[in-house]
């Protein structure tokens, strides 16, 4: 089997073309959006600041670029991949509805309201009348699986204690609700591109895997920035690092230990510092770091199959760009 290399040259072509080409799925996205409701502009705002990550967006258009010059279609569909991850979030966190009035000004603060999944359900809405417009039913088809993955994805994230979910758990639900909409991109692309079955199967698992990547390394980087930590031990969300202390790291007796701590409440403050402890103990950064690059080796290996020249995607199977 050929090996594929990344080399610099291409990693610098491929960094100049994907400013341009985000930066047209940005401007889809307060277009499609609008701001004629409250909250809009602050929604806006919010999908389009650095800290959300772009690889959704960049897989979709390199993979686009495989058949043609992305046109307004593609980018289009880009934004609908924005709206459809940014509903899950708010559909994920609905709590403490009482405090819905007082959140009105700032679209963080949302998260956790009754707002939130009206909000969400909003996004849902615009994105299928894009895609509609858009006219492609193959793509319309591939992006509504993808939603019903994701839901599927929220009533298994809910089925297990979040705090004490197994590796496996974490896998099945995060391939629901994360990387299947990585897939889903890819996929859309090669509809879009006229391409072949076998190339839509191939992108769409390329997608995937590369999805899964960055949420481990997504996951990764709330290790060493305490209020992130916090949040993710206050809004009892899955978390990568988490499953794989307790269930391949830790030896029986202090798993049990752990584990009824994290079931039976604790203080916040203190647990985090016991579990910044055991991840440097146990070394889980190396551990999911590991875990990531042998989902972008996989995903590598899914261009070797395809029926085309690759070289667009092949900086996303590099650890540092995703």
Not at 211 to 221: F, I, P, Q, R, W
Request: net charge negative.
């Amino acid at each position: 089997m050929k090996r594929l290399v990344v080399e610099p040259a291409t990693c610098e072509k491929f960094i100049l073309d994907s400013e341009n080409n985000l930066q047209r799925v940005q401007n889809a996205v307060e277009k499609n959006l609008g701001v004629s409701l409250p909250f809009m502009a602050d929604i806006a705002h919010h999908m389009i600041t650095p800290h959300n990550n772009s690889t959704r967006s960049l897989l979709l258009l390199q993979s686009a670029s495989l058949f043609k010059k992305p046109d307004q279609a593609i980018v289009d569909i880009g934004s609908t991949l924005e709206f459809l991850h940014t509903a899950s979030a708010l559909h994920r966190h609905i709590k403490e509805p009482e405090n819905a009035r007082r959140h009105q000004r700032h679209v963080q603060k949302l998260w956790g309201s009754e707002a939130s999944v009206l909000l969400g359900d909003y996004l849902l809405s615009i994105s299928f009348q894009i895609l509609t417009r858009v006219g492609n039913l193959d793509v319309l088809e591939c992006v509504s699986l993808a939603t019903q993955n994701i839901s599927r994805g929220q009533v298994l994230e809910i089925s297990a204690p979040i705090f004490t979910a197994t590796p496996k758990h974490w896998r099945r639900v995060t391939r629901d609700k994360f990387a299947g909409l990585f897939g889903a991109g890819a996929q859309s692309a090669a509809y879009w591109g006229d391409a072949s079955q076998t190339t839509v199967s191939t992108l769409f698992d390329f997608g995937e895997h590369l999805g899964m990547a960055v949420k481990l390394k997504t996951d990764l980087e709330f290790l060493n920035d305490e209020k992130r930590f916090s949040q993710k031990l206050n809004d009892e969300e899955l978390w990568s690092p988490l499953c794989f202390l307790i269930h391949e790291c830790m030896p029986e007796s202090e798993r049990r230990e752990m584990s009824e701590k994290l079931e039976n409440g604790f203080d916040v403050e203190p647990m985090i510092k016991e579990l910044s402890f055991l991840f440097e103990k146990y070394k889980i950064d190396e551990m999911i770091q590991t875990e990531a690059k042998q989902e972008l080796k996989q995903a590598g290996e899914c261009l070797v199959n395809l029926e085309m020249d690759a070289s667009p995607l092949q900086p996303l199977t590099s650890y540092s760009m995703i």
